[in-house]
């Protein structure tokens, strides 16, 4: 028998062989920071044999601007340029967790028309990230249609945001004591209609993508993360979800006006990246019923913000608290700490990155074919500057 | 009212819990007290979930206070265990072993605020700072300013001109 062409091929994938780089077997390869297949700057350093993946290793730092650092030397309200720039697709929730922080330390309330008007800004980013994310997905796996279709959609809602906040990507809209302006006239009937277009336009994702024989063939069992990993690693959001934990801070913990709105969670049992693409696009029709309702329910009238002493000479009562909101990736908190002067003490960012990105995703591609990493990563959505923030 | 769980009021000297909303609470413990208190939060009381570990630098007091966040799905509460550590020669003892992402956060105080936790995997190697060598940049001390100052010098090329009289000397230079 001729076995001579089996030397060419790489072994079984053994997890338990050590990496040793002066064997001849293995290669280092660097994916990012610069790569179509990285979600951010970021970078994984991959030792690989053949096809297969034996080691991981996350590194991050690529976008670091020390925002935690800056804060401590900005006036409470200087730090609101900053805080949106910690999270690009996603600005919103840090803008709404650093105000929360501030007026629940300062005992500012909140008028009950802000609280709408703050949701509803949440749900709409909510949606805008995840067709961000789909987009990078279907990318991920060969799909390019998707994003040309996803992005536009995006932008249709980052022409809502502009007419609303005058920016499109960072809005500083979310302010303590509320928001900045009232809905613009005739902004309701636009963001209907672009509801009903991103609605439409969703459904076709879901017949191309979803019912594509390649992504289900790729994405199905892929990065299978076992439910006993989701306290372990600390892991929420879509992730936990896809792995049937009913667990979602609006639902548990309600903010803003979640407690007035009907929705229920969007879990699945697989745990793969199928399934967490799936629960997401769930929550993305989800995001278009929130939105409806809101619009359906917000009080017409009221204040929208209160005042609030001049923000120059504006100190924050000693004290520190922890608040957080449910993103598109998990658990997202604000922890600040006031000393009682004009400008914070500590602030520290959590974002669901910070384990999703590093310790999930450097034990999940070990055994990985390198083809799916860049469709692994994107699985668990990602995203570098809440790590380094 | 939430109160501190017999078992731990007894095996713990242990400051009183402060309650900061009905779902947020922090409570003070010994530095030394902070694995076990740790594990049998996590075990025996359903605070399974670590939201993150960071430290303040409260450096007037010449210490670091740090802060392991913790959560209960059953009950949607949040219990901040806080500890102190002396800023010279900070040293805490690594809880990776309780959760598999500590040892990242670890990491990260060891390279921002100069906390060491020996034993911690991968402790010494940097996280987002390739290369510092002045420093943890997380101290207060560590002024951002004069490191800017020290390090990136100033382009020729980028001084300001007052408009006004750039305008005129540009428009009308015979008035000048």
């Given amino acids: 028998m001729f076995e001579g062409v089996k030397g060419f091929f790489p072994p079984p994938y053994d997890p338990k062989e050590p990496v040793d780089f002066g064997s001849g077997k293995f290669l280092k390869m660097w994916q990012g920071p610069q790569h179509p297949g990285i979600t951010g700057n970021m970078s994984l350093e991959l030792a690989i044999a053949g096809d297969t993946v034996y080691d991981c290793k996350t590194h991050v730092g690529y976008l670091h601007r020390g925002f935690e ?31 929360a922080a501030i007026e629940e330390l300062a005992g500012v309330e909140v008028p009950e028309k802000a609280k709408w008007l703050r949701n509803l800004t949440l749900e709409m980013i909510r949606l805008a990230s995840y067709l961000m994310w789909i987009g990078g997905q279907a990318g991920a796996f060969g799909h390019g249609t998707i994003i ?8 249709y809602v980052l022409d809502l945001f502009e007419e609303l906040s005058g920016g499109r990507i960072y809005h500083m809209y979310i302010i303590p004591g509320g928001v900045r302006s009232d809905l613009p006239e005739g902004w309701k009937a636009h963001a209907l209609e672009v509801m009903d277009t991103i609605e439409k336009n969703l459904d076709d994702i879901e017949l191309v993508m979803f019912h594509n024989a390649v992504f289900k063939l790729r994405a199905k069992g892929l990065g299978v993360i076992p439910k006993d990993w989701i306290d372990r690693y600390g892991i929420t959001g879509p992730n936990a979800r896809a792995a049937g934990f009913r667990r979602d801070l609006r639902k548990d913990q309600p903010y803003l006006v979640y407690d007035k709105l009907d929705f229920d969670y969007v879990t699945a049992e697989g745990s793969d990246a199928y399934d967490r693409a799936k629960v997401r696009l769930g929550e993305m029709y989800q995001a278009i019923d929130l939105i409806r309702q809101m619009l359906a329910r917000m009080p017409s009238g009221g204040e929208f913000k209160t005042a609030l002493p001049n923000p120059l000479h504006w100190k924050i009562p000693a004290g520190e608290t922890y608040v957080k909101s449910e993103c ?17 003490r500590r602030v520290v960012v959590r974002g669901p990155s910070y384990t999703h990105a590093v310790s999930v995703m450097e034990t999940l591609a070990k055994g990985q074919n390198i083809a799916d990493v860049a469709g692994l990563m994107v699985s668990l959505h990602t995203y570098p500057p809440e790590i380094e923030r | 009212m939430r109160t501190i ?12 819990l402060v309650s900061k ?54 009950d949607n509460h949040s219990l901040g265990v806080k500890c102190r550590v002396g800023r010279e020669n900070a040293v805490m003892e690594s809880c990776h072993l309780l959760w598999e992402q500590m040892w990242t956060y670890q990491r990260e105080l ?13 402790v010494d190697e940097s996280f987002v700072l390739e290369g510092w060598i002045d420093i943890p940049p997380m101290r207060r001390e560590f002024d951002t300013r004069e490191y800017s100052e020290r ?13 006004a009289t750039h305008m005129k000397e540009k428009l009308y230079p015979e008035a000048l």
């Fill in chain 1, 69 to 99: 650092k800056l804060m401590e030397r900005r006036l409470w309200m200087q730090n609101f340029p900053l805080v949106c720039r910690i999270a690009v697709p996603e600005p919103d929730f840090n803008e709404y967790c650093y105000a």
């Fill in chain 1, 148 to 155: 040309q279709w996803s992005a536009t959609m995006r932008d």
């Fill in chain 1, 328 to 344: 598109t990736r998990g658990e997202y908190g604000f922890y600040v700490v006031s000393d009682g002067s004009d400008k914070p």
């Fill in chain 2, 5 to 16: 769980p017999a078992d731990i009021a007894e095996r713990f000297e242990v400051g009183p």
């Fill in chain 2, 21 to 74: 909303r009905a779902d947020l609470s922090t409570l003070d413990v010994d530095a030394k007290d902070v694995p076990e208190l740790l594990a049998r939060l996590r075990d025996r009381h359903g605070y399974r979930h670590l939201s993150f570990v960071t430290a303040t630098d409260q450096i007037e007091e010449g210490v670091f206070v740090l802060t392991y966040m913790l959560h209960n799905h059953a």
């Fill in chain 2, 110 to 122: 060891k390279e921002l605020f100069g906390i060491d936790f020996p034993g911690s995997p991968r």
């Fill in chain 2, 151 to 163: 390090t990136f010098p100033t382009r020729p090329g980028r001084s300001t001109k007052d408009p």
